[in-house]
């Protein structure tokens, strides 16, 4: 069966430090992988996806990027963290092609003071 | 993608039916209904999904009318554990090379009372 990780679970980082949220996905080739951010109180923000390994396509200009060195690793960074940062952020896979089930992972919680 | 409508939040008591209207009238042709629910703190998940009249599972039901403007996500009996967001999508948003994007509105907070 699948199974999606992500961590760390919590995270506190002052101002302008760096930051690193790994996935990783088990059971599954070649999926489809997604980073979604939701601040409190407010909806899912898609931030990253990628078709494959190298690829990624962002949907909102910020201070963050993601990479995928590898098909079931994606992996979300900033050099300098902002306050407005701090939220749940959530990864997610699904299969190619439309109408497919989505699963996301457990999350991290960042606060960002 | 079509714009969908659904309450902001919602009570109801345990042991009853609940109800959630979606409203999508700009719906097209190739696109299909899909009902998620994330549970605070949680990521959500998929519950079910429908083109038309009506769908069943083990979790909940999902009727859909003719015309298909809206639809109606019924969760029987519910219990405390039901309290959650539920989100209403409909399409599914082609980025292209077997990419396709959920697009997550605000959803329906239900809140289940004892």
């Known amino acids: 069966s699948q199974t999606i990780h992500q961590w760390p679970a919590t995270l506190v980082q002052p101002v302008g430090s760096p930051l690193s949220l790994e996935c990783t996905v088990e059971g599954t080739s070649n999926p489809n992988l997604y980073w979604y951010r939701q601040a409190a109180g407010r909806g899912l923000q898609l931030l990253f996806y990628s078709v494959g390994i190298g690829q990624i396509s962002s949907e909102v200009p910020q201070n963050l990027s993601a990479s995928r060195p590898q098909d079931r690793q994606f992996i979300l960074s900033s050099k300098k963290l902002l306050l407005s940062d701090s939220g749940f952020y959530l990864c997610?896979?699904?299969?190619?092609?439309?109408?497919?089930?989505?699963?996301f992972g457990p999350g991290t919680r960042l606060t960002v003071l | 993608l079509a714009k969908t409508t659904q309450p902001i939040s919602m009570d109801s008591y345990e042991g009853q039916e609940v109800n959630i209207t979606c409203s999508h009238n700009n719906i097209a042709t190739n696109d299909y209904i899909t009902w998620y629910q994330q549970f605070p703190s949680q990521g959500p998940r998929f519950i079910i999904q429908?083109?038309?009249t009506k769908v069943t599972n083990e979790v909940a039901s999902l009727f859909i009318p003719a015309d298909r403007k809206s639809s109606t996500l019924s969760l029987p009996r519910v219990s405390l554990s039901d309290t959650a967001v539920y989100y209403c999508l409909v399409g599914d948003k082609d980025s292209g090379a077997g990419s396709y994007q959920l697009t997550f509105g605000k959803g329906t907070k239900l809140s289940v009372i004892p």
């Open positions: 429908g083109y038309k």
């Open positions: 997610a896979w699904r299969l190619a092609g439309p109408y497919n089930e989505q699963f």
